[in-house]
Nanobody, 125 residues
Framework: QVQLVESGGGLVQVGGSLRLSCAAS????????MGWFRQAPGKEREFVAH???????????YYADSVKGRFTISRDNAKNTVYLQMNSLKPEDTAVYYC???????????????WGQGTQVTVSS
């Protein structure tokens, strides 16, 4: 049974940083792609970042335009964990952040096989 457990959310001031973690179990982690999404109150879940499976020692990352240059997705296969480093946070980054594993369609759509429970990020001005 696949499980994803997010952590690292919290309250931060504008311009601050947070690092989210997503620990995966029940699946060969290095062979699957993973993503981060977020959902603010009253809004649809939106794509944040994606990291591919590792091929020939390389993985590739992709970002929503709204977070490009501020957020960094990375993975540690030895720990079965994917991270989202968030810098220069803005009030509009406030949302519940979800990690997801194994996209079933385009990586930026919320069509993944497995989801975590979410972690709240609140950016105060």
């Amino acid at each position: 049974q696949v499980q994803l457990v997010e952590s690292g959310g919290g309250l931060v001031q504008v311009g601050g940083s947070l690092r989210l973690s997503c620990a995966a179990s029940g699946r060969t982690f290095s062979s699957v792609a993973m993503g981060w999404f977020r959902q603010a109150p009253g809004k649809e879940r939106e794509f944040v970042a994606h990291i591919t499976a590792i091929r020939w020692s390389t993985s590739y990352s992709y970002y929503a335009d709204s977070v490009k240059g501020r957020f960094t997705i990375s993975r540690d296969n030895a720990k079965n964990t994917v991270y989202l480093q968030m810098n220069s946070l803005k009030p509009e980054d406030t949302a519940v952040y979800y990690c997801a594993l194994e996209p079933r369609g385009p990586y930026s759509t919320a069509d993944y096989a497995y989801w975590g429970q979410g972690t709240q990020v609140t950016v105060s001005s």
